[in-house]
Nanobody
Framework: QVQLVESGGGLVQTGDSLRLSCAASGRTCRGYAMGWFRQPPGKEREFVAAIRCTDGYTYYADSVKGRYSISGDNAGNTMYLQMNGLRPEDTAVYYC????????????????????WGQGTQVTVSS
């Protein structure tokens, strides 16, 4: 079974950048999709970004479009989330997730379609 471990979170100021990493016990994109979700304090988990493993198609939440970028390394062992122009409202625990099943889904922004999750990494953006 694939295990995911996030890293790279921290405390930054408004406008700063961070790069989160998601290391997999095997290849990151062995199934249909990989994604990043986040849970702000006191709120529900929300979708951030996803990449479809079959063709590299990427999809972003409107709130991060143009500021965040999802990618993977050439070896296929690590997925990244580059976050630029961070804002206080980006403060959350960030989770990476994998849909290890190869079956396609109608949308990549629903957590219920992912079967493997990391433990999360905290990102705090101060104003």
């Amino acid at each position: 079974q694939v295990q995911l471990v996030e890293s790279g979170g921290g405390l930054v100021q408004t406008g700063d950048s961070l790069r989160l990493s998601c290391a997999a016990s095997g290849r990151t994109c062995r199934g249909y999709a990989m994604g990043w979700f986040r849970q702000p304090p006191g709120k529900e988990r929300e979708f951030v970004a996803a990449i479809r493993c079959t063709d590299g198609y990427t999809y972003y939440a409107d709130s991060v479009k143009g500021r965040y970028s999802i990618s993977g390394d050439n070896a296929g062992n690590t997925m990244y989330l580059q976050m630029n122009g961070l804002r206080p409202e980006d403060t959350a625990v960030y989770y990476c997730a994998a849909r290890t099943n190869l079956s396609p889904v109608p949308t990549m922004d629903r957590g219920r379609y992912y079967d493997t999750w990391g433990q999360g990494t905290q990102v705090t953006v101060s104003s």
